[in-house]
């Protein structure tokens, strides 16, 4: 079973700042099969990133992955005040079981 | 517009059942993997089974295996999840999810184990 660890637990940060959120996989993970995730209090999680680095449909080009192997990034460039939520990576390439990391709550500083 | 819809959640005691239904439209059911996921109170997501397509393949997490069931109804566009000899810890939002890795989730159904 791959576990993934999300880092940090908590980013503090203001709007308009950059935001790095990295999710680090116990082994590689095939075909860069990683999603992210956005869930805001009370709402449902919201596919943002999928395949490490394609951004969904309607997704603003502010989100973007990277990474690859073990090693993957969110990256939301400039914070707007709804994008302040929970991130979750998830693994689908080396599955059963399908794995999700522990989140990283971006927080309003 | 892609729909999931769940519905089925409610309070059971411990070794009860449970059966949760998915509603899905937007999309061709048929030729989608479908999944569970759960989310116990404050904490993260965890994935509880899919299913493949046509229902041949079933895949779960190693804490439901023997006690819980996953299956579809393709003529009826539908998901299920039946939840035998359930335990306080499968308390959780259960979350339907098109998809296999890219999911597109719906609004959940909460499941509260407790007697």
């Known amino acids: 079973e791959i576990v993934l660890t999300q880092s940090p637990g908590t980013l503090s940060l203001s709007p308009g700042e950059r935001a790095t959120l990295s999710c680090r996989a116990s082994?590689?993970?095939?075909?860069?099969?990683l999603s992210w995730y956005q869930q805001k209090p009370g709402q449902a999680p919201r596919l943002l990133i999928y395949g490490a680095s394609s951004r969904l449909s309607g997704i603003p080009d502010r989100f973007s992955g990277s990474g690859s192997g073990t090693d993957f990034t969110l990256t939301i460039s400039r914070l707007e005040p709804e994008d302040f939520a929970v991130y979750y990576c998830q693994q689908y390439g080396s599955s059963p079981p399908l794995t999700f990391g522990g989140g990283t709550k971006v927080e309003i500083k | 517009e892609v729909q999931v819809v769940e519905s089925g959640g409610g309070l059971v005691q411990p070794g009860g059942s449970l059966r949760l239904s998915c509603a899905a439209s937007g999309f061709t059911f048929s030729s989608h993997w479908m999944t569970w996921v759960r989310q116990a109170p404050g904490k993260g997501l965890e994935w509880v089974a899919n299913i493949n397509q046509d229902g041949s393949a079933r895949y779960y997490v190693d804490s439901v295996k023997g006690r819980f069931t996953i299956s579809r109804d393709n003529a009826k566009n539908s998901l299920y999840l039946l939840m035998n000899s359930l335990r306080v810890e499968d308390t959780a939002i259960y979350y339907c999810?098109?998809?296999?890795?890219?999911?597109?989730w719906g609004q959940g159904t909460p499941v509260s184990v407790s007697s």
């Open positions: 082994q590689s993970v095939s075909n860069n099969f």
């Open positions: 999810a098109k998809g296999y890795g890219d999911l597109y």
